[in-house]
């Protein structure tokens, strides 16, 4: 996880967040446009997430869930202002999958997310607090779809899909065989998977959420392996260290087609 010293911690943060940075250098630990995330370099180390008003909510309430099951950090605030959302967590020990070691060790690193995630897919989500995930995503999909979002930019071939109408078409006949019920972590992508030497610390980024079908993170599983290490050659590894029993790959077809917009 990149880290860049900053001079202080903002003082637009409300107090409730201010305090945890009372005492710590500051350093910029963000990796998407959509927030901002601060890592506090004090005791054992804490982070904050800042983002608009309302964005951070479910991930609040899916971290602290994780956290209940030793699966993610420990949430210790969450505030929401006049415009923002701030979420403050513990850190966790270990470095996130895009480390130099992990990605060192491809073929390690590819059993190693494929048998966590199986893992996490059998994984009781008695209470979970997102308990219908597969229809909020394709709800989000048929919206961005009508409201003219075809955002190809992480995919650049489309998966095949000559036109927003077309993938579409495959989803709309397709999107009623998504129906396993499993925890989802819902982005799982190697920055968002912690190993403490190679053995599982949790997941973080855990907003996309909660119980829905293992297909949505078994095509993030493949495309990050495609995305980080710059080739496809682990994918078929990725599906049989999983479980070709619960892995179809002609449904990572159909989540495609509901991914590409977005």
């Known amino acids: 996880m990149k880290k860049t010293l900053l001079p202080q911690f903002p003082d637009t943060a409300p107090p409730e967040v201010r305090r945890y940075a009372a005492g710590a250098a500051v350093y910029d630990s963000s990796c998407s446009p959509e927030a901002r995330v601060y890592y506090l370099k004090k005791e054992n180390g804490r ?33 929401s202002d006049d415009d923002r959302d701030w979420l403050v967590t513990a850190a966790m020990a270990g470095e996130d999958c895009v480390s130099e070691a992990y990605l060192a060790e491809p073929k390690r690193l590819c059993d190693t997310i494929a048998h966590e995630l199986r893992r996490l897919h059998e994984t009781d989500f008695t209470g979970c607090p997102a308990p219908e995930r597969t229809a909020e995503y394709l709800e989000t999909a048929e919206t961005h779809y009508r409201t003219g979002c075809y955002d190809t ?76 290490l710059k080739t496809d050659r682990y994918r078929d590894r990725f599906l049989d260290a999983y479980g070709r029993d619960r892995a179809d790959a002609g449904m990572l077809k159909i989540v495609a087609a509901a991914e590409v917009f977005g």
């Open 47 to 79: 982070y904050v997430k800042c983002a608009d008003r309302g964005t951070l909510e479910k991930e609040a309430a899916m971290t602290a869930y994780f956290h209940g099951k030793g699966l993610g950090p420990e949430v210790l605030a969450y505030v």
């Open 153 to 228: 930019s992480a995919f650049p071939d489309s998966f095949g899909y000559r036109s927003a109408q077309e993938a579409h078409a495959v989803l709309a006949e397709g999107k009623g065989a998504l129906q396993s019920r499993v925890l989802l972590h819902g982005d799982y992508c190697l920055p968002n998977i912690l190993l403490d030497n190679w053995r599982l610390s949790g997941f973080i980024d855990l907003g996309g959420g909660g119980v829905g079908d293992r297909h949505i993170d078994l095509f993030w599983g493949a495309w990050t392996l495609w995305f980080n």
